[in-house]
């Protein structure tokens, strides 16, 4: 599944002055399963290929993933606002995400979500996604994690 950007809303690469945001949205967002989400996912944000998703010039989410050799790569992160979700916007943003990473070759796309985070599992199945194992203590080494992948089809 993927799924188009709304009018109003649209897709471009991180810029340094994203930084904040992309802290700020990842303190609210993966608190509960890192000891230090901000500057965490700001280090995989700078690391990897980083997306932005605004609406009227106004950042309200983001995803990050980290291409690997061989077409492969990973999500590491994927963030809306919360003021924002529950509009499709994951969905979308995931979609456009899906697309780009076609576009530059990649054919498999993996990621880690906590098996507590109902939300984000049935975004990933709802696009294709599938369970591949299940890692124990993964995350603050206290929660369970899923391991999930993707054979992404070019259009």
Partial sequence: MQSELP???QLRARR??????????ALRAFAEYSLDP???TLRMARAGTTWILERDLA??????????????AELSAI?????????????????????ELCRQGV??????TAVANLSALQLFHKHGF???RRLPRYYRGVFE???????????
């Fill in 7 to 9: 009018d109003a809303s």
């Fill in 16 to 25: 340094p002055a994203d930084d904040d945001f992309i802290v700020r949205l």
């Fill in 38 to 40: 901000g500057r965490g």
């Fill in 59 to 72: 950042p309200i989410g983001f995803a990050v993933a980290l291409v690997g050799p061989n077409g492969s």
């Fill in 79 to 99: 963030a809306i606002d919360e003021s924002e979700r529950a509009r499709g916007l994951g969905s979308a943003l995931l979609g456009a995400v899906e697309r």
């Fill in 107 to 112: 054919r498999e796309l993996t990621l880690h």
């Fill in 130 to 132: 599938s369970s591949e």
């Fill in 145 to 155: 994690a899923c391991a999930m992948r993707k054979r992404l089809t070019p259009a």
